[in-house]
């Protein structure tokens, strides 16, 4: 089975910067998509950004322009660099994996398989 392990959470003041890494192991698929989704308490569970195989990439409005992910192929790690931090950004990070060409949309329930999650908390 697919198995994803996020690092790099933790607390930063607003306008700081943290990098998340999704380490993924356990499969034998060419093609796929990884994606970032958070989710705070009393909030949907939402996609802040997804990758595939071969670069193409998604970014919630929110996210753009401020949040970069991308995919290391050879490790098999995504990560998601987040400059210009805001207190909306706090939340617990996920990262999430599906097999295909493309990533599909937002919804939570199109990725397969999970990671446990990092939590990135944003004070001020």
């Known amino acids: 089975q697919v198995q994803l392990v996020e690092s790099g959470g933790g607390s930063v003041q607003a306008g700081g910067s943290l990098r998340l890494s999704c380490a993924a192991s356990?499969?034998?698929?060419?093609?796929?998509?990884m994606a970032w989704f958070r989710q705070s308490p009393g909030k949907e569970r939402e996609r802040v950004a997804a990758?595939?195989?071969?670069?193409?990439?998604r970014y919630e409005d929110s996210a753009k322009g401020r949040f970069t992910i991308s995919l290391d192929n050879a490790k098999n790690t995504l990560y998601l660099q987040m400059i210009s931090l805001k207190p909306e950004d706090t939340a617990m990070y996920y990262c999430?994996?599906?097999?295909?060409?493309?990533?599909?949309?937002?919804?939570?329930?199109?990725?397969?398989?999970w990671g446990q999650g990092t939590q990135v908390t944003v004070s001020s």
């Open positions: 999430a994996f599906t097999s295909g060409w493309s990533c599909p949309g937002g919804y939570w329930g199109d990725y397969n398989y």
């Open positions: 356990g499969f034998t698929y060419s093609r796929y998509c």
């Open positions: 990758i595939t195989t071969d670069g193409r990439t």
